[in-house]
């Protein structure tokens, strides 16, 4: 398998609990590929930045690591710093709360190899495999449209790996959005390039927690909804759906609001 530059970019913010095992997640991959991970400090208040630095200081690894501090201004600029400094063939996102499993990287550059056309790739998360997208129906490995995004957002930041060139046509996260950024943004990247999704869970999101209804900003499911629906909207205005589908996508969507809605009240 050829070997490529990949830099991870991880943003921090009072992740001291956690951090430690997002970098020792990327350090054990199996595939032992050049790799530069960038973790951006976002104006943290707790230990995390000096537990970091401690990290890279006892690295003992060819892995470069560095840590940049910058004020608070949320995970959407904190990822646009790491990227703008990247200089890897490939770029993967990771939280600082989240884990990758060992043979991520791997199994990832394994259909790269296969694929050459492929400019961006996810995996599933948390033990998840999809089996459709409602009519659509999902093979181990499925290249993923916009309009399938609209119905189902199977792109999740830590899972991700794309190529870097994908920066100079599309450009970064945009920092205005609070909620569904990462929809955002990801719906831009394939609405210009090859993107697949891996159906295979390679990634521990949020210790493993229910994707939404839990704490963070997945927890504020009414403002998630209203994010995908500005996503829905953007991808209207922008000409990559028609108004019938705009209108189907929207009434998907809230549909979905309202089933989340009745899942978290049941559980609580």
């Known amino acids: ?3 490529y530059k990949v830099s991870v970019v991880i943003p921090l913010y009072n992740s001291e609990k956690t951090i430690l095992r997002a970098l020792d997640s990327v350090i054990n991959q199996t595939y032992k590929c050049d790799i530069e991970i960038i973790i951006v400090d976002d104006g943290s208040s707790d230990n995390g930045r000096a537990i970091v630095e401690n990290y890279i200081d006892n690295n003992v690894t060819n892995i470069k690591m560095l840590i940049v501090q910058k004020a608070n201004g949320g995970a959407s600029s904190a990822r646009n710093v790491g990227l703008k400094m990247a200089s890897g063939e490939w770029i993967a996102l990771l939280d600082s709360d989240d884990e990758w499993l060992p043979n ?10 296969k694929y050459p056309d492929m400019d ?84 521990i999101t949020g210790g493993g927690k229910a994707h939404f209804g839990e704490s963070g900003l997945s927890g504020n499911i009414k403002e998630m909804e209203k994010g995908e ?40």
């Open 1 to 3: 398998m050829n070997s």
């Open 104 to 113: 991520k990287l791997y199994r990832q550059f394994e259909e790269i190899q």
């Open 120 to 203: 961006f790739i996810a995996t599933t998360r948390n033990g998840e495999r999809i089996n459709s997208i409602l009519w659509k129906r999902l093979t181990n490995l499925s290249r993923i449209s916009v309009k399938n995004l609209l119905i189902r957002f199977v792109f999740v930041v830590p899972t991700v790996l794309f190529k870097r060139s994908i920066l100079e046509e599309v450009g970064y996260f945009d920092e205005r959005l609070k909620y569904a950024e990462e929809g955002n943004y990801f719906i831009r990247i394939a609405s210009k390039f090859n993107c697949y999704l891996l159906n295979e869970s390679l990634v």
């Open 229 to 268: 629906l500005r996503n829905i909207r953007y991808a209207y205005e922008s000409k990559l759906i028609n108004l019938i589908e705009y209108l189907f996508v929207v009434t998907f969507s809230l549909l979905k609001y309202f089933r989340r809605v009745l899942i978290v009240k049941f559980l609580r």
